[in-house]
């Protein structure tokens, strides 16, 4: 039986420690939002807080992860998250949607440890978030143009 604290709650879960947490994100607790890519953490798609740091829900162990804070995207919040949520949405950032909350959750980390990035910042921090649909244009811009809000 592990406890997972996820969202600022804590679930029991009877589950493997070898459980990838990915599948105790989605199919245990039922948090759908956090998407299954590549399985591989090459993608970017399964992107989570743990402890306010992005990793790759897909290749971490739910025995990993005991006494951490896992954040989806269903529980970000606050003020960093609620103006990349917002002027993603104004930007249309998305255009398929699939991989967007594993950008999203990678952007808000970016932005909550470097208020001002450059256009290198963003490239390294969404190194790995990769989009089928090449918004990658529109996603830095995005990034820019939160910056430029959370500093006004």
Not at 123 to 132: E, I, T
Not at 140 to 151: F, K, Q, T, V
């Amino acid at each position: 039986m592990a406890t997972i604290n996820i969202n600022g709650q804590d679930h029991q879960l009877d589950v493997e420690d070898d459980m990838p947490l990915l599948w105790a994100i989605r199919d245990i607790v039922g948090l759908t939002g956090t998407k299954f890519g590549c399985g591989q953490a090459l993608c970017g798609a399964c992107t989570v807080h743990l402890d306010g740091t992005p990793i790759r829900s897909c290749q971490t162990l739910v025995g990993d992860v005991a006494g951490a804070a896992i954040t989806t995207i269903e529980g970000i919040g606050g003020k960093v998250a609620e103006t990349v949520q917002t002027v993603w949405a104004e930007m249309d950032v998305p255009q398929c949607g699939y991989c967007q909350s594993g950008q999203i959750m990678s952007a808000v980390a970016l932005l909550s440890e470097t208020p001002k990035p450059t256009d290198e910042d963003i490239d390294s921090a969404m190194y790995g978030n990769l989009c089928r649909c090449a918004t990658y244009h529109r996603i830095r811009g995005a990034i820019h143009e939160s910056a430029r809000r959370l500093e006004a």
